[in-house]
């Protein structure tokens, strides 16, 4: 392991970007993850490929940057803590700017390879079945549907934002996916070593590993084949599915209740055919926020 910056911090320790590189040569790939402090299903996946790695060397180099947000870490927290900026909108940062601005132009140097995946977890608040969000075509497709984790979410790429990490790989010409999975605040177990054999499954088509792969996709879909399922309400919602569930058009998702009483104040139903893909995890709901993402099946 190695530390490519440092950075002094008023009080605490300086903050370290960490490094773990295996192998040489080309191709090469960079994996990245904790970009936000609290999403730590990916550092643990991550850290699984590591292990994969130290037992079987790669044809070419791999770079593993499993936690950028340590301070956010530290506090179970997204965003920078000092000024609560995120990170993932820093980009390409300025090596003279602010404390974010600077983490943010380190990555970038420090992540250049052919290949870039940025991990994340869903919020606290949702639990996401492990998925690779990729453009609508081209070799990104190609190296995401390799990977084969349970969802594969077609997206067009003109939503990139170059101030995030991905827009800003993109931006610099290189193949860059988002990798998501889990709950932020939570250690999914199986949802990391499905991202795991995931990433080890990007490293097999490439020809850097023998073998690799998730479980298996269960639904390659566009963004017009996600369905959002929000509360007509505000209440208590209890759930009848399970994230990575197949279900029928029609089935019960789950009910609203009175937070206090438990009166049934509304059941959400799915609209048509296909698998949990998110699922809310905090049973108190607003109005309008998201409870349940169908990835639909024809
Ligand atoms: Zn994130």
Redesign the pocket.
């Known amino acids: 392991m190695s530390v490519v910056f440092r950075m002094d911090a008023p009080y605490r320790g300086a903050y370290e970007l960490h490094r773990l590189t295996f192998g040489s040569g080309s191709p090469t790939v960079s994996i990245v993850a904790g970009?936000?402090g609290y999403?730590l299903t990916g550092l643990h996946a991550v850290n699984m490929l590591a292990t994969m790695l130290r037992v079987q060397p790669p044809r070419g180099t791999v770079h593993l940057l499993p936690l950028v947000n340590t301070f956010g870490a530290d506090e179970a927290r997204?965003r920078w803590p000092f000024d609560d900026q995120d990170i993932?909108r820093a980009f390409p940062g300025d090596p003279s700017g602010t404390a974010v601005q600077r983490i943010a132009h380190a990555l970038l140097e420090h992540s250049t390879a052919d290949v870039c995946v940025d991990v994340?977890?869903g919020a606290p608040h949702v639990r996401e079945l492990p998925q690779v969000r990729v453009p609508l075509g081209g070799e990104e497709l190609e190296l995401g549907r390799a990977m084969k984790v349970p969802v594969v979410w077609r997206r067009p790429g003109d939503r990139l934002d170059a101030t995030g990490l991905v827009g800003a790989w993109r931006l610099a010409g290189r193949r860059a996916l988002v990798v998501e999975g889990g709950r932020g605040s939570t250690l999914d177990t199986s949802h990391s070593e499905t991202i795991a054999r995931g990433l080890a499954g990007l490293l097999a088509h490439m020809g850097v590993l023998p073998a690799g792969g998730g479980p298996g996709t269960l639904a390659d879909v566009t963004h017009a084949q996600v369905a959002q399922h929000r509360a007509d309400m505000g209440g208590f919602f209890v759930p009848e599915v399970r994230i990575g569930q197949q279900v029928a058009g029609g089935q019960l998702l789950g009910h609203v209740q009175a937070p206090v009483g438990g009166e049934r104040l509304g059941e959400l139903r799915a609209r048509r055919k296909g698998i949990v893909m998110t699922l809310r995890a905090y049973p108190l709901v607003h109005a309008q926020e998201l409870l349940v993402r169908i990835a639909e099946l024809p």
């Open positions: 970009l936000h999403e997204k993932n994340h977890s």
